[in-house]
């Protein structure tokens, strides 16, 4: 597994091989170079994506934004190497991605939890498929479910949980097996709006204490603005990049200020044009 956090310590005076390496390393963390993906079947023929390009950089948070259809789920597939794209590539840490690996974590809308796994059990999984011993991975699920703020509900099934409540222990899981990269797919389209606020505070601190790099899909443009360092703005047909938007707002955000509103509508204009 690549080394993580070894990038504050290029600020030191002392230059380690694994600090000059660390500085040597593109800053980017992922890079989507040329990427495009047609999907074909005896009744039709589908470009996906067409030349689609941006990078993200360590530790950065991208949401993509879009229409329904642009292509984000298919992007996050052929990022998480689940699929193999027509053209192009996708590089993570330089190195071409050829399939799944457990340097990506992905979240998915609908939870993808097991029922017939406790919480502690759903986030274990990962760290099991892995073979870490148990003693480790009991104090990692451990931790992992604090993170998150379900300490107490490590024996509950999924039937029993809310449904933000659900959203945690995924993220939870993903987490657990230590991913460089988190792929969240439209992970709070199912839950309340309140709730939604809850899990935005909650994902951007745990962000910040992991400093993992996140990739967010979105068709809500308010919580990209939430989240978001970067969005990514999409078009359809073909599935392409129409503008990648910064978004240099103070957090914690405020949903009330001139600036916030002023950036939902250039990204909502360039959503509808
Ligand atoms: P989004 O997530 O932005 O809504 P998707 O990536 O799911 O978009 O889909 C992009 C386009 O690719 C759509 O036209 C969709 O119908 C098509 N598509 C997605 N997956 C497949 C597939 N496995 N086979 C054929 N077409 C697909
Ligand atoms: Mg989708």
Sequence with gaps: ????????????????????????????????????????????????????????????????????????????????????????????????????????????????????????????????????????????????????GLAGFADAYPKELSGGMKQRVGIARALAVDPELLLMDEPFGSVDAQTRDMLHAELLDVWAETEKTVLFVTHNVEEAVTLADRVVVMAADPGRVREVVPIDLDRPRTRTTPAFAEDVERIRDLIGG
Excluded: H
Aim: net charge negative; glycine share 12%.
């Design 1 to 148: 597994m690549a080394d993580t956090g070894t990038d504050t310590d290029a600020d030191t005076d002392i230059v380690t091989d694994a600090d000059a390496a660390a500085v040597s390393r593109p800053r980017e963390k992922v890079v989507v170079d040329g990427l495009g993906m047609r999907y074909e079947s005896d009744r039709q023929t589908v470009q996906a994506l067409a030349d689609v390009n941006f990078a993200v950089g360590s530790g950065e948070f991208v949401c993509l934004v879009g229409p329904s259809g642009c292509g984000k789920t298919t992007l996050f597939r052929l990022i998480a190497g689940l699929e193999t794209p027509t053209t192009g590539e996708v590089r993570l840490d330089s190195d071409p991605v050829t399939g799944p690996g457990t340097d990506r974590g992905m979240v998915f809308q609908e939870y993808g939890l097991f029922p017939w796994r406790t919480v502690e059990e759903n986030v274990a999984f990962g760290l099991e498929e892995q073979g870490v011993d148990g003693a480790t991975r009991e104090a990692r699920v451990d931790e992992m479910i604090e993170l998150v």
